[in-house]
């Protein structure tokens, strides 16, 4: 269960997105505000609500999540009219890849959608999903963390889906090498980088970390901890592409020299290769998200004990930030038949306390209500793995700490297939990352215009 999860959220996908499904007369992207904001459409009354909530109805739902089903129970014994069909059309990018031919073909899609965060607005561009205002979403922004909330609102106020889960960043480590070579938990990336360098003279055979070169997610969380805004969409015609600026330039030439003299590997990821390096102790540290934990807990079951949980370390040792990598929202597609039996079944299973309790703890999702942050039943829970620290309550408080300005593109596969091919491409051959983040730049500025974007940064 867990290595498909983690897959979903890494996968870098081909680019699928065509110029004619990035038509500028779309609707706005996730993430930020605009001065051409959108009036939603005329808001659907408690009457009409409490209608088609009592009237027989079919809902298809495709989600990839494991044993969905039993939230998805909680809700039809609410709303025993209505039945969800739970399909599961792939994880991330071949979901993606299903739902935009069936709405090209007019036919075949679903209801509701699970939709990744960095996905809202490819989907929200092309006209495929629907605001959620008119069905009361807007009223449940407070139940959010901010910075969740704000991943699926759109640049004219839209609320494009209901967030589901959540991966704000931190870092697992391996106590007992920090112990034996007298390692003190970095506070700030130059302690982490003077470590790094001092592990590996001791002992080549351990490094530091792991920066997969084909982790696009992690490049984009560690662009987010740092206050990087690789991309924003003023408006619908717009984008503005900062994906070299200088403190970029200060987190290549930071990794990249990290890279060169050896003290970080750059392994493949989620293989295993890389799961038998986990167990033989080859990595002192994990710079992962708070899906990460549990996924290593099953994945890593030799090392039970030996890890800790701590926050990522800061280029400002007087702040105290992070970044995300992961987490999804439940959308409602645009032409479906069902808009309010499908908008209350994402309003009920991302805000019910034992609907999203169950993700919680059963498929071990990490929580984006207010609520469930708060439940001590959860947050004070403490994991053996890690010596009996509450590891949950570690990263709650850090999803306190992510930044609610940041953005994704309107052409993410494009994105993050490029990032492959530059910044990835220079961590596998040990090159010059700072020169890869130009090319990176002339790419996605090159590829916007193509696209009839007006392009600034």
Not at 129 to 140: I, K, V
Not at 203 to 223: D, E, H
């Amino acid at each position: 269960m867990f290595m498909n999860r983690l897959r979903r959220r890494t996968a870098v996908g081909t680019t699928l997105v065509l110029a004619a499904a990035l038509a500028l007369a779309a609707c706005g992207g996730g993430g930020g505000s605009s001065s051409n904001a959108a009036s939603p459409a005329q808001t659907i009354s408690q009457a009409d609500i409490d209608k088609a909530m009592s009237t027989p109805t079919q809902l298809t739902f495709w989600t990839w999540v494991p044993n969905i089903q039993k939230e998805v129970d909680l809700f039809e014994q609410k709303y025993p009219a209505i039945k969800v069909k739970v399909v599961n059309a792939g994880q991330g990018t071949p979901q993606y890849t299903k739902l935009r031919t069936a709405l090209k073909a007019g036919t075949g899609f679903p209801d509701a959608v699970q939709i990744e965060f960095q996905y809202i607005p490819t989907f929200s561009l092309t006209k495929s999903l629907m605001d959620l205002r008119p069905y009361g979403a807007a009223a449940l922004k407070d139940k959010f963390v901010p910075w969740t909330w704000q991943q699926v609102v759109g640049s004219g106020g839209q609320v494009w889906a209901i967030p589901q889960d959540s991966g704000p960043m931190g870092m697992l480590y391996r106590k007992d090498i920090f112990d034996k070579y007298g390692i003190a938990v970095p506070k700030t990336w130059d302690q982490f980088a003077a470590a790094a360098r001092k592990l590996h003279a001791a002992a080549p055979n351990i490094s530091m970390t792991n920066l997969a070169q084909s982790q696009a997610g992690v490049w984009f969380g560690l662009l987010w901890q740092a206050g990087v805004k690789p991309f924003e969409t003023p408006s619908t015609d717009s984008v503005k592409i900062d994906l070299n600026g200088a403190d970029s330039k200060k987190i290549a030439d930071y990794w990249g020299g990290l890279i060169k003299d050896g003290s970080v590997s750059t392994d493949a990821d989620f293989n295993d290769q890389w799961y038998q390096a986990l167990n033989r102790g080859k990595y002192a540290t994990w710079l992962t998200a708070a899906w990460g934990p549990v996924f290593l807990e099953g994945s890593a079951k030799a090392t039970s004990g030996k890890w800790r949980a701590a926050p990522l370390p800061q280029w400002d040792a007087s702040k105290n930030v992070s970044g995300n990598w992961g987490g999804s929202t439940t959308a409602v597609v645009q032409g479906t038949k069902n808009a309010i039996a499908a908008a209350k079944l994402a309003e009920f299973i991302n805000t019910d306390p034992a609907s999203t309790k169950m993700f919680a703890t059963q498929q071990f999702l990490f929580p984006v209500t207010k609520a469930l942050l708060a439940d001590t039943s959860f947050v004070d829970k403490p994991l053996p793995f890690y010596g009996g620290q509450p590891v949950n309550k570690l990263f709650a408080g850090i999803s306190d700490t992510v930044d609610t300005k940041f953005q994704w593109p309107p052409f993410l596969d494009q994105a993050y297939s490029d990032w492959g091919e530059t910044v990835g491409k220079s961590f596998a051959n040990k090159g010059d990352t700072s020169a890869a983040l130009d090319q990176w730049q002339s790419r996605e500025t090159t590829y916007a215009k193509n696209q009839g974007f007006k392009v600034g940064q």
